[in-house]
Structures are given as C-alpha cells and as structure tokens.
C-alpha cells in the first residue's frame, strides 16, 4: 500500500464533508445565520480558501490531500497562512486541529459570534521512531507493519552478512561481507520484510530504525471574522 494509499485507512473517505456556518451569539434561527452569511462573502470567500490551502495536496504541511503532517501543521505561524492565502489578511483567524488551537487572531473561539466557521474532517499523521534489533543465530528477517522514509540499518556480527533484502530488492550488498551502519531507501511498501542474508557461526545481530505512522481522523476548524 503507498503512502497515499493510507488516507484511505481509518474509515476516512477520501470526499470530505464540508460545513460553513455562522456562529452567532444567543439562540438564533438557522435563516438568520445564513442572512449573516450572505452579509460576510468576504469573510466566507476568505474562510473556504483558508481551509482549502490548510487540506491541499501540494501544501508544505501536508502528506496528501486531507492528510496532515502533525509536526509540520504545528509549526504554522499566521505570517505562513497570510502569504498563502491572501484573503485572510487584516481579517481575524482561528485555526483549530483536535479542538486545539493552532493560529489565533482577534478570534476568541469561546465566544465566537459573527465569525464565519469551516469544518474539515481530516488524517493527521505524527512520526513514531522505531528499532528492534533481529538475533541472526535465530531468524534472518524482520517485518515492518508501517514505515516511512529509509531505515537505518546497523550490523554487528561474527557472521558474515553480505545481502539485505527489502521486500524481494536488494538494497545492500558486499561480497566480503556488510558491517557498520548504513541509510538505506527501500520500497514504499506495507508491510515491509527486510531479509538479512549471512552464513559462518557466532552470535551477530542487526538493529533497524525506522519512522511509523500514528494516525487519527480529526476535525479540523478555521473561524474567519469580518
């Protein structure tokens, strides 16, 4: 499965459901909240294509479309969102991913009335690092359920290692023998078996790191003021 592959995991659906409305203050008939929407295209225009920059595919804190890099999305800073999305500019923001909020201002998400409101529901996936070392006297091969990235791939044996294999692909290989530690790229495949092939006796293991994925559906809400 590739990694844009994943999106689909999770029971996320790859069409996502989009809702904007105006909060107002009080109890208020949902003819009066789309009155105040049609008072503020300008704030509805600006809201959709913030929330439609923040689930691009070509985004710098995006994986995919609708899948979010938890640590880059953390790191958005208001200047990041005015330059890429103009229509926000001078207006007031609130960014939120989880119900934490991410940018913020001149929007009190407590009390948000007269805001227009955008709801996305999205993927958001935090790197994990992973290692687990593989005893060669015992086994010769280690699966991976998720990765991302290359492996680092560390051999410290008496035997002598000259192959590692990576899902059938040779992705190291010395005829006198592997040792020491080594970056290697492997195929974007999941699950991934790494196939360490090595003969002669005496104990010898291999450490593999990697990065996994952790992923949740989460909701996503950008609240624009006029």
Known sequence: ???????????????????ATVTVTGVALASDALADADRQPGATHAAERLATHLVAADAT?????????ADRTATLTLADLDTAVPPIRGRPVSVSL???????????????????????RVRVERAVARTQRVDL???GSLTLPDHTGRLVIRIDTTRTVRT????????????SGLSGRYVVGVPEVRPLTV???SDGGGPGTVQVSWTATNASVEELVVR???
């Not at 995006?62 to 890099?69: E, F, G, I």
């Not at 913020?104 to 009390?111: I, T």
């Not at 590692?164 to 005829?175: N, S, T």
């Open 1 to 19: 499965m590739t990694g844009r592959g994943q999106a689909n995991l999770l029971g996320f659906a790859a069409a996502v459901i989009v809702v």
């Open 61 to 69: 804190h995006t994986r995919d479309q609708n899948v979010l890099r």
């Open 98 to 120: 989880g119900g934490d909020a991410l940018v913020e201002r001149g929007v009190d998400a407590r009390h948000a009335g007269g805001t227009v409101r955008v709801e996305r």
């Open 137 to 139: 006297a015992t086994r």
């Open 164 to 175: 590692v294999r990576a899902d059938g692909r040779v992705v190291l290989h010395d005829p």
């Open 195 to 197: 196939e360490f092939e």
């Open 224 to 226: 624009i003021g006029a």
